[in-house]
T-cell receptor, first 111, second 111 residues
Framework: ETGVTQSPTHLIKTRGQQVTLRCSSQSGHNTVSWYQQALGQGPQFIFQYYREEENGRGNFPPRFSGLQFPNYSSELNVNALELDDSALYLC??????????FGPGTRLTVT | EDQVTQSPEALRLQEGESSSLNCSYTVSGLRGLFWYRQDPGKGPEFLFTLYSAGEEKEKERLKATLTKKESFLHITAPKPEDSATYLCAVQANFGNEKLTFGTGTRLTIIP
């Protein structure tokens, strides 16, 4: 059974640029959630996708957007990057939104 | 609004010295309470789900318990490899797409 994978591992971007992060869900899972984790903080919910539809969103601006594909993999897109967007971005997958299993994360640095 | 408070923020124990981590929560109808372990720079690793007051779960040196207002993660005779940040999260019955996390307890086990 393959766990949740994310790419890339690390990313450095300049303020104002756009970034796309990718996540492959665990086999048999149909729900993907994205979280942002700042240093020393707990993960903060960005949004969730269930069967290719957005199924809830946290307090993040519209420049954070996402997609889920028919194979249940997902993308997180962030436009107009700001310095405060520097964080660890975590993807979690689950079946019907029960126990969420996290990937290793993507470390984004905005300079 | 759902809230999770974890204490202490940091805990240093000698190898073999047992202790407990606390997670206090407020949620409008608890669907589940989750414990995760997170190593530096990595994604959270799922440990336990608790669904109702009085429930207990064990895994190796860890035991999680749940009441209507808090959960405890008891660690018995810890080893240095148990050093990590332990995160607690709640999922509500309504708006259950997200997990609301605490800021974690950073546990250090000294050989």
């Amino acid at each position: 059974e393959t766990g949740v994978t994310q790419s890339p591992t690390h990313l450095i971007k300049t303020r104002g640029q756009q970034v796309t992060l990718r996540c492959s869900s665990q086999s048999g899972h149909n729900t993907v959630s994205w979280y942002q984790q700042a240093l020393g903080q707990g993960p903060q919910f960005i949004f969730q996708y269930y069967r290719e539809e957005e199924n809830g969103r946290g307090n993040f601006p519209p420049r954070f957007s996402g997609l889920q594909f028919p194979n249940y993999s997902s993308e997180l897109n962030v436009n107009a990057l700001e310095l405060d967007d520097s964080a660890l971005y975590l993807c979690a997958s689950s079946f019907d939104n029960y126990e969420q299993y996290f990937g290793p994360g993507t470390r984004l640095t905005v300079t | 609004e759902d809230q999770v408070t974890q204490s202490p923020e940091a805990l240093r124990l000698q190898e073999g010295e047992s202790s407990s981590l606390n997670c206090s929560y407020t949620v409008s109808g608890l669907r589940g309470l989750f414990w995760y372990r997170q190593d530096p720079g990595k994604g959270p690793e799922f440990l336990f789900t608790l669904y109702s007051a009085g429930e207990e779960k064990e895994k190796e040196r860890l035991k999680a318990t749940l009441t209507k207002k808090e959960s405890f993660l008891h660690i018995t005779a810890p080893k240095p490899e148990d050093s990590a940040t332990y995160l607690c999260a709640v999922q509500a019955n309504f708006g259950n797409e997200k997990l609301t996390f605490g800021t974690g307890t950073r546990l250090t086990i000294i050989p």
